[in-house]
């Protein structure tokens, strides 16, 4: 074996290695029922944070220009954070998407009934502002957020 595959196989991971060695994992949200591509697969991470970029800077200026008057630094974040949840109960709870879900073409759903309810929109919303179960993800994509919630965001 040569130097570089060795070195190539240990920066890829652990999965790519075991898919190297014959291991079939199939695809992200194949466990779910979910199609691979096209609408109603499983959203990527770079829609996602695009989505939570755009819903983020909505609240920040909501919070600095109605709210505080202005950036007043951590007074103004903590407003942002409180903009954001209750933006996010409202209308993931509701419609399934927050404006930035809605501009990237993403959409949250319930894995077992396909709409979310009011009540999974706050579990989802109140974890996902904790922030650190957003960053802790399964082999399908999601996050510990949507797992907890047993809802899966996809495209639309």
């Given amino acids: 074996m040569d130097n570089r595959q060795v070195i190539g196989s240990w920066l890829s991971g652990p999965r790519a290695a075991l898919e190297e060695a ?8 194949e466990q779910l029922g979910l199609p691979e591509t096209g609408p109603g697969s499983i959203a990527r991470p770079g ?4 989505a939570l970029a755009v819903d983020w800077g909505l609240c920040a200026l909501v919070a600095s220009g109605l709210i505080t ?7 103004t974040s903590n ?9 996010s109960v409202l ?6 998407f927050t404006p930035g879900k809605r ?5 949250v759903v319930a894995v077992d ?27 399908d994509g999601r996050g510990l ?4 919630a047993r809802t899966v965001e996809v495209r639309i």
């Fill in 22 to 29: 014959g291991a079939d994992f199939g695809y992200r949200g």
């Fill in 47 to 50: 829609r996602r944070l695009g």
């Fill in 69 to 75: 008057n202005g950036f007043n630094g951590q007074t």
């Fill in 79 to 87: 407003w942002t954070l409180l903009v954001f949840f209750v933006l």
């Fill in 91 to 96: 209308t993931v709870g509701t419609v399934g």
């Fill in 103 to 107: 501009l990237f073409g993403l959409r």
């Fill in 113 to 139: 009934s396909g709409r979310v309810q009011p009540l999974r929109g706050l579990v989802r919303s109140a974890l996902l502002c904790l922030a650190i179960p957003a960053l802790v993800w399964d082999g």
């Fill in 145 to 148: 957020h949507d797992r907890l």
